[in-house]
């Protein structure tokens, strides 16, 4: 459920309300009636101010349950409003990978001081997960792990689980390690809660499925999702135990990924926040940039048109399809990419299979171009001329097969230059499809009337 839904905004507006008022008694009262969620979808409705205001009013178990609840740019904005005594407790109570969460939003000036102001212990688990790439699984893995090996019983291992499960990221599914802390395996609570207490973890153990910490985070979270596992350990290159990645944090960078490839699809950045909590200068921001991108595009589409301008004023007829045409070009090239960048995500297709992809997107594109220009060359030749019909019929058929073929392959094309694809699709192809669509037409319209 959208956190937006839990709360009534009645209930918002009160709790603006009485923080402009500075009427804390009453403040505090209501904001204590809210669960952790309804914490998190009144302060993503908050500005800065009121905000942080709301948040001291926390009791502190659900403060900290709240603060990791939130995205990162938002949590980023709440410790710059807070006093640095709270900042410093906030900081000290999450886990490692959830720090560097915060910490990849926070200027480098003030993560160092964070930093420097954490207990030796929990400073040297942050440092191992600031040590990966950006964007690569390591830096959102937790180093906290508990693990067992073959040789131990399963009574043995229970207890180290009672041990470390107040400050382990999961005890749900335990990494076995043999000689030099190599995974040879996984094991769950609950084949441990049903085995036998002096049988050995080999025994009941089963086949781990591992990443390495330099793998891509999204790679490893589709994996993660599309295994139906709890977590997946993390190895290096040697296969040694370097730490664990959960469900939990695989479903938020999928969110995200998810987020991001939505907004660039239409032609945005991510606001990488909630949308009532981004500022609007953010917003426009956002957009700006592709707008402007897009019309210095659209430029070619008008550069066409005055270049077969003489063609237009022999047949001016030519000119009312003009927009159904590039419409038409441009969803089908939008169909092919989106379907595409799905099948990437899914890792069903990968850039070597660009020639595959490229050999069915031509058919595809061709049978729909086949079936529209059938409709189109009867429908125009009846109500114009079969002159006409026949050059909007073709037109259709090599404008479809067009963009289908290179809305297929330009996500691909992408993934291999290590640019989002997502970058690709669209707003790129429509515009492209425009102006080589609007040639196509015209060189037919050409040849079929002798213009």
Do not use: H
């Given at each position: 459920m959208d956190n937006s839904t839990l709360v009534q905004s009645d209930v918002i507006g009160a709790i603006k309300q009485l923080v402009n008022g500075r009427d804390l008694t009453r403040l505090a009262v209501l904001?204590?009636?809210l669960d952790t969620q309804q914490s998190v979808a009144v302060l993503e409705r908050l500005n800065v101010h009121q905000r942080a205001v709301v948040y001291r009013l926390l009791p502190k178990k659900r403060a900290l349950e709240v603060f990791e609840a939130l995205e990162p740019p938002l949590q980023s904005e709440l410790m710059a409003a807070l006093q640095d005594g709270e900042v410093?407790?906030?900081?000290?109570?999450?886990?490692?990978?959830?720090?560097?969460?915060?910490?990849?939003?926070?200027?480098?000036?003030?993560a160092q001081q964070l930093l420097q102001g954490l207990p030796e212990r929990e400073r040297q688990l942050t440092a191992e997960v600031l040590g990966y790439p950006?964007?690569?699984?390591?830096?959102?893995?937790?180093?906290?792990v508990v693990a067992t090996h073959p040789e131990l019983s399963v009574s043995e291992t229970l207890r180290r689980i009672r041990l470390r499960v107040h400050d382990a990221e999961t005890v749900y599914t335990l990494p076995v390690l043999g000689r030099e802390r190599r995974v040879v395996g996984v094991i769950s609570l609950r084949d441990l809660l049903g085995a036998d207490d002096a049988a050995l973890v080999d025994s009941v153990m089963n086949e781990a499925h591992t990443v390495l910490a330099t793998e891509d985070a999204e790679i490893a979270a589709r994996r993660c999702a599309d295994l139906g596992v709890?977590?997946?350990?993390?190895?290096?290159?040697?296969?040694?135990?370097?730490?664990?990645?959960?469900?939990?944090?695989?479903?938020?960078?999928?969110?995200?990924?998810?987020?991001?490839?939505?907004?660039?699809?239409?032609?945005?950045?991510?606001?990488?926040?909630?949308?009532?909590?981004?500022?609007?200068?953010?917003?426009?921001?956002?957009?700006i940039v592709w707008l402007f991108a897009l019309a210095i595009g659209a430029t070619?589409?008008?550069?066409?048109?005055?270049?077969?301008?003489?063609?237009?004023?022999?047949?001016?007829?030519?000119?009312?399809?003009?927009?159904?045409?590039?419409?038409?070009?441009?969803?089908?090239?939008?169909?092919?990419?989106?379907?595409?960048?799905?099948?990437?995500?899914?890792?069903?297709?990968?850039?070597?299979?660009?020639?595959?992809?490229?050999?069915?997107?031509?058919?595809?594109?061709?049978?729909l171009g086949l079936l529209l220009?059938?409709?189109?060359?009867?429908?125009?030749?009846?109500?114009?001329?079969?002159?006409?019909?026949?050059?909007?019929?073709?037109?259709?058929?090599?404008?479809?097969?067009?963009?289908?073929?290179?809305?297929?392959?330009?996500?691909?094309?992408?993934?291999?230059?290590?640019?989002?694809?997502a970058v690709f699709s669209n707003p790129f192809i429509s515009t492209f499809v425009d102006a080589t669509g609007l040639i196509v037409y015209f060189l037919i319209a050409r040849t079929v009337m002798g213009l």
């Open positions: 904001v204590g009636r410093a407790a906030i900081f000290a109570e999450l886990d490692p990978d959830d720090r560097v969460w915060l910490l990849d939003e926070l200027p480098a000036s003030i950006q964007g690569s699984v390591g830096r959102r893995m937790s180093p906290e709890l977590a997946l350990p993390v190895v290096d290159s040697e296969s040694r135990l370097v730490g664990i990645f959960t469900i939990d944090d695989a479903m938020r960078i999928l969110e995200r990924e998810e987020s991001e490839d939505a907004a660039r699809q239409g032609g945005a950045e991510p606001l990488r926040r909630p949308y009532l909590a981004t500022p609007v200068f953010d917003i426009v921001r956002s957009r070619l589409t008008v550069q066409v048109l005055s270049v077969f301008e003489a063609t237009l004023q022999q047949m001016t007829v030519l000119a009312l399809f003009v927009p159904l045409l590039i419409g038409t070009g441009g969803n089908t090239g939008n169909q092919a990419a989106s379907t595409v960048i799905r099948a990437l995500a899914l890792d069903d297709v990968r850039p070597r299979d660009v020639l595959k992809v490229l050999g069915r997107e031509a058919r595809v594109g061709a049978l220009g059938a409709v189109g060359l009867v429908l125009t030749g009846v109500i114009y001329d079969l002159r006409v019909g026949l050059v909007i019929g073709l037109t259709l058929l090599a404008v479809c097969t067009l963009a289908a073929t290179v809305g297929g392959i330009m996500p691909l094309i992408a993934r291999f230059i290590r640019v989002d694809p």
